[in-house]
T-cell receptor
Framework: AQSVSQHNHHVILSEAASLELGCNYS??????LFWYVQYPGQHLQLLLK??????LVKGIKGFEAEFIKSKFSFNLRKPSVQWSDTAEYFC????????????FGAGTRLFVKA | SQTIHQWPATLVQPVGSPLSLECTVE??????LYWYRQAAGRGLQLLFY??????ISSEVPQNLSASRPQDRQFILSSKKLLLSDSGFYLC?????????????FGPGTRLTVL
């Protein structure tokens, strides 16, 4: 069965530290890849997405993610986190089969200490 | 601009009682609509999606049902709630014809079944 794994459920960093959140998926076909973020008290919203082309995708607020097809990975990175990045981050994979199935990871709660 | 509303925001219901959660979308026509459930420590699980009025597809068999009586209205229901129905319910929409594209999420309803 298809699945999405996020390796860390909780991450605590100090401001200015670098961030990398892991995401791996299990599906051999064509996929669209997403990172969504939920800031405290706000709706879940899109951070960045990959459909095709350059595997290094840049999103809002200085985030980027790299699609490595051979590793079935789509890790999220930010070189220097801020206190305002405290949020829960979800990796999601949509199977490009003409259907509607989107599979979400369990999420990673990031807490950035000021 | 498009907005998505869900109500109620929180709900506490006894086991065996009925359920009705409502989701409405403004600022777009003929969207794809989705219901997700997020259980603690787990990712979002797709429950239902709809491509049009009266058209509902179920992803997971359970005692919940969904209806789409109007183009931009999506309702999640149950005749008799179970303890296991507790969770955070999210409604989302995406652009028609692009089911694998970005989904836009509502604020969610936290349901506690006692």
């Amino acid at each position: 069965a298809q699945s999405v794994s996020q390796h860390n459920h909780h991450v605590i960093l100090s401001e200015a530290a670098s961030l990398e959140l892991g995401c791996n998926y299990s599906y051999g076909g064509t996929v669209n890849l997403f990172w969504y973020v939920q800031y405290p008290g706000q709706h879940l919203q899109l951070l960045l997405k990959y459909f095709s082309g350059d595997p290094l995708v840049k999103g809002i607020k200085g985030f980027e993610a790299e699609f490595i097809k051979s590793k079935f990975s789509f890790n999220l990175r930010k070189p220097s986190v801020q206190w305002s990045d405290t949020a829960e981050y979800f990796c999601a994979v949509t199977l490009n089969t003409g259907g509607f199935k989107t599979i979400f990871g369990a999420g990673t709660r990031l807490f950035v200490k000021a | 601009s498009q907005t998505i509303h869900q109500w109620p925001a929180t709900l506490v219901q006894p086991v065996g009682s009925p359920l009705s959660l409502e989701c409405t979308v403004e600022g777009t026509s003929n969207p794809n609509l989705y219901w997700y459930r997020q259980a603690a420590g787990r990712g979002l699980q797709l429950l239902f999606y709809s491509v049009g009025i009266g058209q509902i597809s179920s992803e997971v068999p359970q005692n919940l049902s969904a209806s789409r009586p109007q183009d931009r209205q999506f309702i999640l229901s149950s005749k008799k709630l179970l303890l296991s129905d507790s969770g955070f319910y999210l409604c989302a929409w995406s652009v028609k014809g692009a089911p694998t594209d970005t989904q836009y999420f509502g604020p969610g309803t936290r349901l506690t079944v006692l």
